[in-house]
């Protein structure tokens, strides 16, 4: 079955410290890929994605993700966070329409 | 754009009453809606998936007679979950989504804590 795996479930940084959040997934097929935010008391919301083309993908607030096919990984990036970065992340695999999740990453960062 | 509303936020029932959780697309019409659960400190878990006018299709293990879905408008799909128990006590979280096809990106409701005494 498809799965997709993130390494560390809790990570707590200084401010200004650079991040870096592992995700694997599991399928052999052409995959969607998705990092997700969820603030306290906020809804998730999308922080970027990668379908093709370049595997070096921006999104928003500075955060970057690289998907490498050959490691079925899709890592997240961010070179010095920030206290307002403190937040749950989800990386997600899409084959079709259907997402499958990551257990989640709590980050906390101290200011 | 692209915001989904979910109502309510938190609901606290007694054993045996049914449930009513609302999703709504505000400002787009979704082709797709979807409907997770996620237990405490684990992962978001698709119970079902739903097409405007046509049934919903639920993921294996998922009881369609307890977790009932309407997709009645591109805008508004329901999930009532039918006389409650403690064990249905979890978040529940729903999706739009705006493609058809392999590209779907979907927005998400802010969830709705369901505590059932």
């Known amino acids: 079955a498809q799965s997709v795996s993130q390494h560390n479930h809790h990570v707590i940084l200084s401010e200004a410290a650079s991040l870096e959040l592992g995700c694997n997934y599991s399928?052999?097929?052409?995959?969607?890929l998705f990092w997700y935010v969820q603030y306290p008391g906020q809804h998730l919301q999308l922080l970027l994605k990668?379908?093709?083309?370049?595997?070096l993908v921006k999104g928003i607030k500075g955060f970057e993700a690289e998907f490498i096919k050959s490691k079925f990984s899709f890592n997240l990036r961010k070179p010095s966070v920030q206290w307002s970065d403190t937040a749950e992340y989800f990386c997600?695999?899409?084959?079709?329409?259907?997402?499958?999740f990551g257990t989640g990453t709590r980050l906390k960062v101290l200011a | 754009g692209a915001v989904v509303s979910q109502h309510p936020s938190r609901v606290i029932c007694k054993s045996g009453t049914s449930v009513k959780i609302e999703c709504r697309s505000l400002?787009?019409?979704?082709?797709?809606m979807f409907w997770y659960r996620q237990f405490p400190k684990q992962s978001l878990m698709l119970m079902a998936t739903?097409?405007?006018?046509?049934?919903?299709?639920?993921e294996q293990g998922v009881e369609k007679d307890k977790f009932l879905i309407n997709h009645a408008s591109l805008t508004l799909s329901t999930l009532t979950v039918t006389s409650a128990h403690p064990e249905d006590s979890s978040f529940y979280i729903c999706?739009?989504?705006?493609?058809?096809?392999?590209?779907?990106?979907?927005?998400f409701g802010a969830g709705t804590r369901l505590s059932v005494l």
């Open positions: 997600a695999v899409s084959m079709g329409y259907k997402y499958i």
């Open positions: 399928y052999g097929g052409t995959v969607n």
């Open positions: 400002d787009f019409q979704a082709t797709t």
């Open positions: 999706s739009a989504g705006i493609d058809r096809v392999a590209k779907n990106i979907q927005y």
């Open positions: 990668y379908f093709s083309g370049d595997p």
């Open positions: 739903s097409n405007e006018g046509s049934k919903a299709t639920y």
